[in-house]
């Protein structure tokens, strides 16, 4: 049976008021959500709009020497972290608009990518540029890359969260991400290496970070009728993300060797499967 996920109908969401300037903090914070919201400590269903520095995130199931320039990155300051999701490898900056939605499992995990970057292309749209779907996990603008999307679900919870390629640097994107073009034969997940864009590119000016996230709310207020209540966090979700940054996303265990063996911090308390989308 096919693990479902829900979609939004007329229903009240929480801003989840909560980006920090650590990448390792930020992808705590999407765990940690995840985890409350499946022991049933919050239950109402939220977005939470967050960005980095400059950083590369490799998915769950990847080998990080094998996505990323390990060298270059440390050279160039760049972080690399691994996210608790599935998918391929993503460069983000400040430039790089990360979008994330925390919901109930009703429909498919096929379901789940199409409703929700149905929601992002509408943003896109809305401000002017023109995209296209590339199921499984990805938004197209003249053929070249603009966002890709992963998810984590549950029994009780689904997680999807995108990075929106806003005004990012591109020249630095391809350097560090250089060794996902290879064809190496791995054990682990590979990137499927696409041309990228950034929607500045696209439509001949900058778009902010804030026009972005205004209109992601007005698509899902658009489609769906959802109403959104005052910027919140709970303290449950605080916690619960300074325990896996201090347990899992501060160390190169997880970062750079996260898919071998034993996981720190993975025992926290929530039931979750992770699905590689």
């Not at 806003?166 to 997940?189: C, G, H, Q, W, Y």
């Not at 996230?213 to 979700?237: C, D, I, Y």
Request: charged share 20%; aromatic share 8%; proline share 4%.
């Amino acid at each position: 049976m096919p693990i479902l996920v829900t979609s939004p109908r007329n229903q009240t969401w929480r801003r989840a008021n909560a980006s920090y300037p650590s990448v390792f903090m930020n992808l705590a914070m999407d765990e940690a959500m995840a985890r409350t919201f499946s022991a049933g400590e919050q239950t109402q269903p939220s977005i939470r709009i967050w960005s980095n520095s400059k950083s590369v995130v490799v998915g769950r199931f990847q080998e990080a020497a094998a996505e990323v320039n390990l060298e270059l990155c440390k050279m160039r300051n760049v972080n690399v972290a691994r996210r608790f999701t599935g998918g391929g490898t993503v460069f983000q900056d400040e430039g790089t608009l990360n979008f994330t939605i925390l919901n109930a499992p009703v429909y498919s995990i096929s379901k789940l990518q199409e409703i929700n970057l149905g929601v992002v292309m509408h943003a896109l749209t809305s401000l002017g540029a023109p995209c296209s779907l590339s199921l499984p996990n990805s938004i197209l603008i003249a053929g070249r890359k603009v966002c890709g999307a992963s998810a984590a679900v549950g029994r009780r919870f689904a997680l999807w969260h995108c990075s929106i390629l806003l005004d990012a640097d591109l020249r630095l994107l391809e350097l560090t991400l250089a060794p996902s073009k290879s064809k190496r034969i791995s054990e682990f997940v590979r990137s499927r290496w696409q041309p990228v864009t950034t929607v500045a590119n696209s439509l001949s000016r900058r778009i902010s970070g804030e026009e972005m996230a205004r209109s992601l709310e007005h698509s899902l207020e658009t489609l769906f009728g959802v109403e959104f209540e005052a910027n919140k966090t709970f303290q449950e979700e605080e916690r619960c993300a300074r325990v896996l940054f201090a347990q899992k996303y501060s160390r190169d265990e997880w970062n750079l060797y996260g898919n071998r063996g034993f996981i720190p911090g993975e025992r926290t308390g929530a039931d979750h499967t992770t699905i590689a989308v």
